[in-house]
Every structure is written in C-alpha cells, then in structure tokens.
C-alpha cells in the first residue's frame, strides 16, 4: 500500500473515531416543521368544519342570545416566563366559543392587544373563562395566566359598558400572576330579523402559535328562522370545482386533500382567496 493510500485510510479513521456516527434525530429541524405544518393544517380543516357546521344550524339566531363585546386592552403581567423575551396572547372561551388575539412580540410583562372579540353570549353565561400565552417556536405554546371572569351584571341587565382590571392566576398562586384590562359592552336578545351575522375566529396568518385571527361573516345576509328551509349548499359540490380542487391539490401536494376541500368550502369556492389561505398554512 503506498504512502497516500494509507494516509487517506488513516484521515477516514480519525473521522469515525472522533466524530462517530451522528445521532437519531440530530438536526430535526425540517420534521419539526412538518409536524407543525400537519398540526396547523389538522386545526385549519377542524375550524372549517366548525363553520360549516355552524352555517346549518338556525340555534344562532335564536332571540335569547344576546351580542357580548369584549375589549382586550391589555394585561400587567409580575414574572416574564421566557428565555430572552415572551410573546404573549390571549385565548377567550365564550360559552362553548374560542377566540384569540393576535401576538404581542416581544410584549414581556406588559403586554397590549386592543382587541375587540363580538360574540352571541348563550342563555344562562354569566361568566367568561381567560388564559395567557407565551408563544414558541419549536415547543407547545406555555400558559402563563388565566382567570373566570364574571361579566359584571350592571352590562348584562341595563346594557351599560364597563371596563375594570381582573386577577389572573398561574405559578405565582390563586390572583397573584398579574391582571388584565378588559371593556364589556352587551346589547340583549337580538331580535332574528335584527340580528347582525354571528362572527367566528378563523386563522389569518401562521396557525401554530396562533399569531392573528380574523372575524369572518357566518351569515352573508341574516335570514329567519322559518326561512331556513334546506341547508346551504356546499361549494365543493359543484360541478366547477372538481378541477378548482385538482388544480389546488396539484399546487399544494404536502396538504391533505380534505384540508384543501375545507378550506375551499370555507372560502365559498373562491379559488384566489384559497390559494391565500393555503399559503398562509405553509408559512
């Protein structure tokens, strides 16, 4: 064996021993990403079917539900949670509904959002539920704060708005993590020909971390009840959009097929509004 030869077998040697064989997972980064993507496309067709779920069912316009506004103006928090920085946002439950702000980057403890969430408040809920986020990157978003928050009953009986701050809870203790600022408004028992469209939060930007939510219309024009006579029809059921939906899988082939029929159907069969909302996904 001549003198390179050995030299090179020698240099392959020292490779392995020093550097060994790289371990299982090293550099995961593009299957994290592919899992968040598949998170944020599970959540996406989950929220689709919501609405549509909720576009057949006249329960919304029943004359009992009342319109609730809710302020989030903003939060003083007493411990930043996060390495460098914290990211806060706010999850709303109404009754069975979800809502959420948008991210404040880089808010830390004194986090602002002046979001403005309009909702139908359920006969019988006098209470609304609140939780803080911190949002992450590469791990599951941590709740930080969260609190019952009863809706003063001076809103609820004379229609006044009110605006206070409330305790919040977490690691610290029971009303000991911080408060948030927060304006009810509540006009009762919208009448069915009266009422405007019910609204619901759907994803406008990334879905995992959940970075903004936009309101869109359940209703395009509010109808009865006794008008209500066949359930809507479904947008990927006519006969156009059998090549829409192709054209849509060929675009995007890392979408399951029925995430992209959800969120066509979402977008009333608008192919350009689609093709927005499916790249948003992929961010």
Known sequence: MDTDARAELYENWKKRAFVGPLPQGFLKL??????QQQEAADQQAALAL????MQSTPMLHDPRMGKL????????LVKNYGMTRMDPYVRLRVGHAIYETHTDSNGGKNPHWNKVIQCFLPPGVTQIYIEIYDECSFVMDELIAWGHIDIPPKVLQGGETHEDWYMLSGKQGDNLEGMINLVFSYTPKCHPYMAGPPVMMVPSATMFGMTSYAPV?????????????APPVVPSSLPNAEVELKQLEEMF?????????????????KKDITINSLLQMCE
């Open 253 to 269: 082939p890392n979408i399951d097929k029925e995430v992209i029929k959800s969120v066509y159907d979402v977008n009333n069969g």
């Open 50 to 53: 919501q609405q549509l779920q």
């Open 69 to 76: 506004s809710i302020t989030i103006a903003q939060a003083k």
């Open 217 to 229: 219309n359940v209703y395009t024009t509010p109808q009865p009840v006794a008008a209500v006579t």
């Open 30 to 35: 593009e299957d994290r990403n592919a899992q």
